[in-house]
């Protein structure tokens, strides 16, 4: 599974854009934004982030309220 990032743009150094390497090396843009932390936002929910929080909130919240690993 790839991991997404997102770096300066070449072309336009006032746009930001997300995408991952290919196993060959090759980048893979999957969208452009002129906000770093749009461009982070958009990283950490493509690398799973929401998933994570949501399991963790679950197991918080779940029981007596004692979090149990």
Known sequence: MA?????KSERNPDIFTVGF???NGEWEP?????DSEKAAERVAWLNGVNAVRATLDEA???GSGVYRP
Do not use: R
């Open 30 to 34: 999957e969208s452009d934004y002129t």
């Open 21 to 23: 390497y290919k196993p």
């Open 3 to 7: 991991s997404y990032v997102y770096i």
């Open 60 to 62: 918080l919240n779940s």
